[in-house]
C-alpha cells in the first residue's frame, strides 16, 4: 500500500536557525497537505499543493511540491519559538496517508 | 477555515463501558469523515473512512465490532468505543471534508482514559 515517510523524526534548532522537514511517498501524489499540531493539541491545516514542482510561501514557511508529484518539503526560516510542534505530512493517492511527522523544539 | 467539533474533549470511564463520542462540522457539509487515533509522540493512525449515509470503512486490524461508527448527517459522524479496555486509552481524533479535492480538517480530540 501508499507509504508516505518522513524525515527527520526529530529536529532541535536554537532560535534563529532554519528547519526543513521531508515527506518521500511510495507513489505520486494528487497532492499533499501539511498540518501543524502543536503540543496537547490538534493537527491545525497549514497548506495543500497540487501542482508538479509547486512553491508556496506562508510568512517564514516555505513549501515545494517535488517534480514528480512524490515528495516534498517545509522550510522554516529563522526559526521562533512559537514554531514548535509537530508537522505532518499527509499524501493523498486515492486516500490520505499521514506520515510520521517531525517534532520541532526551538531553544531560545 | 473550517471548524470542526469534537465532543467530549475529555473522558474517563470504567473497563466494560461504553462511550460515544461526537465529530460535528460546524460550517461545511463533511462528505467524508475520518477517525483517527494517536499515541503519545506518535503519527495519527487512521481508524476508519465514513461517507455519510453509507457504511464505514475500517483499516486493516480496527475491530469494526469494537469501534462503531456511524455518520448519519453531513454535519454529525459518531464513534463508539464498545466494551472499552484500559488499552483503548488513547487520544481519538476526528476530520471531515466535503471533497477529496480539499484538505481535512481536524476536530480538537478527544482524549480517552479507561480505568
Known amino acids: 500500500g501508499q507509504q508516505v515517510m518522513q524525515i527527520p523524526q526529530y529536529q532541535h534548532v536554537q532560535e534563529g536557525e532554519d528547519f526543513t522537514t521531508y515527506c518521500n511517498s511510495s507513489?505520486?501524489?494528487?497532492?499533499i497537505q501539511w498540518y501543524k499540531q502543536r503540543p496537547g493539541g490538534h493537527p491545525v491545516f497549514l497548506i495543500q499543493l497540487v501542482k508538479s514542482g509547486e512553491v508556496k510561501k506562508q510568512k517564514r514557511l516555505t513549501f515545494q511540491f517535488g517534480e514528480a508529484k512524490k515528495n516534498s518539503s517545509l522550510h522554516i526560516t529563522a526559526t521562533q519559538t512559537t514554531d514548535v510542534g509537530t508537522y505532518f505530512c499527509a499524501g493523498t493517492a486515492g486516500k490520505s496517508t499521514f506520515g510520521d511527522g517531525t517534532t520541532l523544539t526551538v531553544k531560545p | 477555515g473550517a471548524v470542526v467539533s469534537q465532543h467530549p474533549s475529555r473522558v474517563i470511564c470504567k473497563s466494560g463501558t461504553s462511550v460515544k463520542i461526537e465529530c460535528r462540522s460546524l460550517?461545511?457539509?463533511?462528505?467524508?469523515m475520518f477517525w483517527y487515533r494517536q499515541f503519545p509522540k506518535q503519527s495519527l493512525m487512521l481508524m476508519a473512512t465514513?461517507?455519510?449515509?453509507?457504511?464505514?470503512?475500517?483499516e486493516q486490524g480496527v475491530e469494526k465490532d469494537k469501534f462503531l461508527i456511524n455518520h448519519a448527517s453531513l454535519t454529525l459522524s459518531t464513534l463508539t468505543v464498545t466494551s472499552a479496555h484500559p488499552e483503548d486509552s488513547s487520544f481519538y481524533i476526528c476530520s471531515a471534508r466535503d471533497t477529496p479535492a480539499v484538505p481535512q480538517y481536524f476536530g480538537p480530540g478527544t482524549r480517552l482514559t479507561v480505568t
Open positions: 460550517d461545511f457539509q463533511a462528505t467524508t
Open positions: 507513489t505520486t501524489l494528487s497532492n
Open positions: 465514513s461517507n455519510e449515509g453509507s457504511k464505514a470503512t475500517y
